[in-house]
């Protein structure tokens, strides 16, 4: 449909992916370089700057693979849960998905490991060895590309505060229009975009949680699950406000969401135009 491609050329001129003329950009080009959807793309770029491509990685394999996560038999669900809480990781789905592969791949590091004895730790945390398997395949596909490309690939780093920053913004690079807001405290989700009001996916690590968070990136949207978002990490409206392209941010509808953003930005510019000085 016309629309829907003049959304989609919207949203790469968002991501910079496209020149003056509406041509690929040199960004855009090498963007187009891995099998991934654009914010996908823009965020695995941008962890080169932020030195958490390792991490990146792990998160685009997890995310472009078949969820992970098994409905049990019924009556299992509580025991499903517990099994997960293990993986669980209070920034968000993002990093929990990151432990999560790293547990598999822990699992699967003992070279005298049978091919049963992987599926059975995966049936125990009802979780799915074949979109695993899938995602241990793509991530190393990414980082063929990545050498092939010559683009650096940072020592991992995963666990420290830092390295939670720099995951979330290159998250951020890539996904400022997936942002939405809990606009009474419930879990009513506001999306900045497209204003429609979304609840938080069960596979969700902040689904039934005692502690919602304000601000949220997330990776989807889905009207055909009454309306969810799935993949969902806690950000700040300050480093959202840090890295937001200021011609998309103008471009938003207005909402109280964006009036509290446009104010963090206005408190931010004089840091900012210091900066630039520096610069």
């Not at 914010?39 to 962890?47: F, G």
């Not at 899938?134 to 995963?158: H, Q, T, Y």
């Amino acid at each position: 449909a016309p629309e829907n491609l003049m959304q989609a050329l919207e949203d790469l001129d968002y991501l910079a992916a496209l020149d003056n003329d509406g041509n690929l950009s040199e960004f855009g080009i090498i963007m187009s370089e891995f099998p991934l959807d654009p914010q996908l793309s823009k965020s695995l770029l941008a962890s080169c700057e932020f030195e958490c491509v390792d991490e990146m990685l792990t998160i685009a394999a997890m995310v472009t693979a078949p969820s992970c996560f098994l409905q049990g038999p019924p009556g299992t669900e509580e025991i499903a849960r517990s099994r997960w809480r293990r993986f669980l990781h209070p920034a968000g789905d993002h990093l929990t998905l990151i432990n999560v592969f790293n547990a598999f791949r822990a699992a699967t590091a003992s070279p005298t490991q049978p091919d049963s004895s992987t599926e059975k730790w995966c049936r125990d945390h009802f979780l799915s060895c074949s979109a695993l398997s899938m995602a241990e395949m793509i991530r190393a596909e990414l980082v063929e590309i990545m050498k092939r490309i010559e683009l650096p690939i940072s020592e991992p780093g995963f666990g420290s505060e830092e390295n939670l920053l720099s995951i979330k913004k290159a998250l951020l690079s890539g996904y400022f229009m997936h942002i939405a807001r809990d606009v009474d405290g419930s879990g009513n989700y506001l999306m900045l975009t497209h204003k429609q009001v979304a609840q938080l996916h069960p596979s969700s690590s902040y689904y039934n949680s005692r502690r919602i968070p304000e601000w949220v990136l997330f990776h989807e949207f889905s009207i055909s699950e009454s309306n969810s978002i799935r993949v969902v990490s806690e950000i700040s409206p300050h480093l959202f406000a840090e890295l937001v392209p200021q011609y998309y941010f103008s471009n938003l509808p207005p909402s109280e969401s964006k009036d509290i953003l446009q104010e963090v930005i206005n408190h931010l510019a004089p840091v900012s135009a210091t900066q630039e000085e520096q610069k």
